[in-house]
Each structure stands twice: as C-alpha cells, then as structure tokens.
C-alpha cells in the first residue's frame, strides 16, 4: 500500500510560479512518480513523470519548458515547480505512482493522492 499527500497549491497570477510537493509513505521503493490535472469538466490529463533514478522523465506538451519535475528519495518526496503559469494550467493536481514511467503515461496508475487545488488568475 502506498500514501500520496500532496501540498502546495493556491491561487496565482498568470505568470507566476508555483512549487507543488508529494509526500509518499508506505510501499514506495523504487515506483516512478507522476504529477496529472484534471480541469472542471475535462478528463484527468498526464502532465509530467520521473522514474526511481531521476534518468527518465517525461511532460506533457503543453507544459514543457514551463514545469520541472524531480525528487528526493531520501525524504519519498517528488515536487513539481511550475512556472510562467497561465489561466489554463487551473485545475486540481494529483500525485500518482504506477509500475513504470510509460505506464503511467498510459494513466496506468495503481495509486492516487488526493489532489491540490492550482487556480490561476488572469
């Protein structure tokens, strides 16, 4: 079993930054790790995932060059630092973890957080 409790969201202006963090517990060794949004009435998208080593990391297009992903497998943390947010990036994120980067892609997610509310204002 595994725990996902995520931190960091708010209410910013466009072009501001943000820095959203993922607390794991539990079963966690070795799992890649993924950040995805969903926006009121659209589906649940991927947005950006980080294998065990930091080697692997994939982003949606729509975020790239503007989001980073990382972690810490010291303290079982992944963050996502968003900058140069825009209206659109407003929704709820949710940490996930899966049993590979590609699945997670696919949304093969076998765990969830509860999400973390980012709402961007223009």
């Known amino acids: 079993q595994v725990q996902l409790v995520e931190s960091g969201g708010g209410l910013v202006q466009a072009g501001g930054s943000l820095r959203l963090s993922c607390a794991a517990s539990?079963?966690?060794?070795?799992?890649?790790m993924a950040w995805f949004r969903q926006a009121p009435g659209k589906e649940r998208e991927f947005v950006a995932s980080?294998?065990?080593?930091?080697?692997?990391?994939y982003y949606a297009d729509s975020v790239k060059g503007r989001f980073t992903i990382s972690r810490d497998n010291a303290k079982n943390t992944v963050s996502l630092q968003m900058n140069s947010l825009k209206p659109e990036d407003t929704a709820i994120y949710y940490c996930?973890?899966?049993?590979?980067?590609?699945?997670?892609?696919?949304?093969?997610?076998?765990?969830w957080g509860q999400g973390t509310q980012v709402t961007v204002s223009t």
């Open positions: 539990g079963r966690t060794f070795r799992y890649p």
């Open positions: 996930a973890t899966g049993l590979s980067s590609d699945g997670l892609r696919a949304r093969l997610v076998n765990y």
């Open positions: 980080i294998n065990w080593d930091g080697n692997t990391i």
